[in-house]
DNA sequence: TCAGTAATTATGCAAGTGTATAATTAGAGC
DNA sequence: GCTCTAATTATACACTTGCATAATTACTGA
């Protein structure tokens, strides 16, 4: 028989869940979750519709799996950025980095706008999106009570919290802002915005 | 015949319009623009879904209308704000008031993220959005060189331009953050960042 | 080399999608 | 009141959607 079935290649679950998920992330981003149908992923991914629930019990969990996998992506990125140096160093560091591609990402953050509604009303998803703003704001607010306790100042923990959290604010709506208009500004302009507004709630130069 | 045809009121065609783009407002918010349908869009408007092809001749129309709608909502709500005053009293109001509720909306930040995609690839869409994001730097570049003149302050017009980039991507970029994590701020503490930060790009305090 | 197995493809289905068109009926004008 | 028009509803259609299941085929291991 002349079928033309489809040739295929065995891969490794691991391998298949990972395409599988890049696929979606792609789609997430172009064309929100809806828009990322199962038979667009599996196209994308070079397979056919059915492999997806084979390694996924619905199109939903591989769609959180792969919001999962961005996050965690996007924790591990910033991470990498300033281990050493004196506090104030790695904190200028974390604002600049956070504030200058790849980290500044179109796709992220269309990513970022595509999974919202999702990430307010599914309560897993929910739960994702909540550790990593944790993490964030943890890290950043460590990364300020080291430069703090370095310049000799002092700050309750309730200040400090605050100025994490304000920082924070900052630092990620400009991240969006980067994101969303790719063209607004010059290359490290939206890091050293980030870094004046950042030193000025904190009360000393980061510049 | 016991036809249990709906009753129906006529309306203006202004109000059904009006009508059918808040239900469409409110489903994108809800659900992104892919799962606002005309059936769900319809029956929030209190109509079936037929007329939405009489005011619109397509989904896509009367999407792009309820996105310059929102568009439009959105600059009234801020060209409201301080009209007197000293020209570092409208800048303080403009950013107090760009980062208080009403104006800080989880559902407009919904819109926004929502749209996004479209405005990023229609052209229409994307016009708008230009036109939109101009009118917003423009207006508060304005308010910035006032305030530079009346504080005796000089600055080039490209210096100008950077500024009112850099003070509206801090403002745009904390909206999002208020609007996407309503608990995360006290109130008023999302306008105290903003002035501070605000405050800190342009050199002189706003608080 | 040759099963056996599970990874992969193919097909089918019911529900939902936007759009087109026909059928009704509310309300304005006389 | 009566007519007539257009605002509104109802129905139909082709297509897409997620999911289920059956049919194949690439690879493992003996």
Known sequence: MTDDRRKFRRESAEA??????????????E???RGA???????????TQGLIRHYFSSKEELISAAYEYHMKAMTDQTAASAKDG??????????TASLTPPVVDPRAVALWAGFLN?????????????????????????LIAAAYADAGLSASPARLRHLGTAANAVI?????????????????????????????ILGFSLE
């Open 172 to 200: 990620d709506g400009l991240w969006l802002e980067g994101g969303a208009l790719p063209d607004a500004f010059e290359d490290g302009e939206l890091a050293q915005i980030g870094l004046e507004a950042v030193g000025a």
């Open 118 to 142: 999702k990430t307010q009303q599914d309560p897993g998803m929910r739960e994702i999106h909540r550790r990593t703003y944790a993490y964030f704001r943890d890290h950043l607010e460590a």
């Open 16 to 29: 298949r869940k990972d395409a599988l998920i890049l696929a979606a992330l792609d789609l997430v981003a």
């Open 31 to 33: 064309q929100g979750v």
């Open 86 to 95: 004196s506090a104030r160093d790695r904190l200028k560091g974390f604002v």
């Open 37 to 47: 149908t199962v038979r667009g992923i599996a196209e994308r991914a070079n397979v």
